[in-house]
């Protein structure tokens, strides 16, 4: 199943459900299975139909079982669940919440704006974050490319997440 994680930091509420509904309508248009998480936004996520909602893993965030709360009780069933972890233990605490996906990186870097902002963890750091993720899906984040996509796969990730390398 592919996600395709709304991202965008500069629109106002209303601008980003309406784009959200209309990225849900080429989905549905497609006939796919591809779902749609807002970022970080339930609120815009609820009121467009989106599939859910992508979190960090910060603990003053609302968490994964608050967010399918919300969907419930809006009648739009049950909310897929993504949060970016950046440590091992941001995964082992993540994996107890139930959520449907993690991101986990930077594996190799993370770039801001062409600039190298943070080094990444490395593949033995993915590999643990698989293991410690069980049956929850691990997504490699971070400076991951068409070179180095497949060992990310070796290493146990259920699959890649990237701005760059879709670009």
Do not use: W, Y
């Amino acid at each position: 199943m592919d996600f395709v994680q709304l991202r965008e930091k500069t629109l106002d509420p209303g601008e980003l459900v309406n784009l959200a509904r209309a990225m849900m309508a080429v989905f549905r248009e497609q006939g796919g299975t591809t779902k749609l998480l807002v970022n970080g936004r339930p609120d815009v996520a609820i009121a467009a139909g989106a599939d859910g909602v992508h979190l960090t893993s910060s603990s003053s965030e609302l968490a994964a079982a608050q967010v399918r709360t919300l969907f419930t009780e809006a009648g739009l069933g049950e909310a897929v669940g993504g949060v970016s972890c950046h440590t091992l233990s941001d995964v082992e605490r993540i994996r107890e919440a139930g959520v449907d996906l993690i991101l986990f990186g930077p594996v190799f870097e993370k770039r801001v704006g062409g600039t190298v902002v943070s080094e990444g963890v490395g593949l033995e750091a993915l590999r643990e974050a698989c293991e410690i993720a069980g049956v929850t899906s691990v997504l490699a984040l971070g400076g991951v490319d068409e070179e180095n996509a497949s060992i990310c796969l070796e290493a146990g990730a259920a699959g890649i997440a990237g701005i760059r390398c879709f670009q």
